[in-house]
């Protein structure tokens, strides 16, 4: 399988793949007979909306409120915050599942992608698979009928929603991943993917217990560790899909709505910068401009430096194309 750059192509990254992806005219009697909950998208297909993700989004979400009561405030647990942030939302999810899993944007050894690809489970996204394939899926289908979280289908439904929904009937994510399916321990994180988090839980409730002053700190270390990280790093991604497609300034001309958001770039460790990064997706910078800070591109460098990553694949700069912000 190829990875491509095609700003000028997007419908053709997995052409063998995504061919079943049909537009289809719902009908007036179709959406008066739906079923509670359900949703019609744009493209006719009818999804229905799934307890099981709600409830827990919602649980996580008040104890992420929780975490932020002056009881259980440390600043121990604000450290083991920041540190879990940039382990599970800069290394995880960023580095490992979008820029070197997704796009193949540099390479390194197996073992360092088994750990990142570790500290990316830690942010209960899902499994390596499954991401990736929603991904390119999202890739090959951007903003037209098909791609799983548009904003054109409600900027609420592109932010959360469309994870609170089943997929659509013909969208089949792991088609589009028969080269991590190779791997065993790909398959294997992909199986398991929700066990490091409880396992991460454990580990920090008895850290804090023991070095930050009893039983109350274990549990303060868990709720910002676990509970309040999550959520914000939960929303740093979804603001990629929602945020970076309605609101920001674009340096090149794709078929898309992508968007350079400064604001989303910041929270999401560089992915902020979509506009650019849909005009060259196999690029291993985001951040194409001076003012444009991309701190994963800088890692990726400093790996590259100290031997971890090669194969950097650089950013075009056609510098005519970009367009005052
Ligand atoms: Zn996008
Ligand atoms: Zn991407």
Redesign the pocket.
Known sequence: MTLIDNADAPGKLFPSDTGNINAVEPSPQASNSRPFGSRRLRDGHTVQFQWFYTIVFVILHLLAALAIMPVFFRWSAVAVFLAMCWVTGAWGVTLCY?RLL??RSFATYKWVEYLLTFFACLSWQGGPLKWVGT?RL??AQSDMPGDPHSPRDGFCWSHVFWILHSSRPNEDPMALTKDLQKDPVMLFYDRFWYVPQFVAAGVLFALGWLLAGGMMAGFAWVLWGICLRTVLMYHATWFVNSAAHTWGYRNFDTRDDSRNNWWVALMSFGEGWHNN?HAQ?RSAAHGMRWFEFDITYWTILLMQFIGLAWKVVSPKRPEAKLAAP
């Open positions: 979008h997704t796009h991904h999202h890739h990064h997706q």
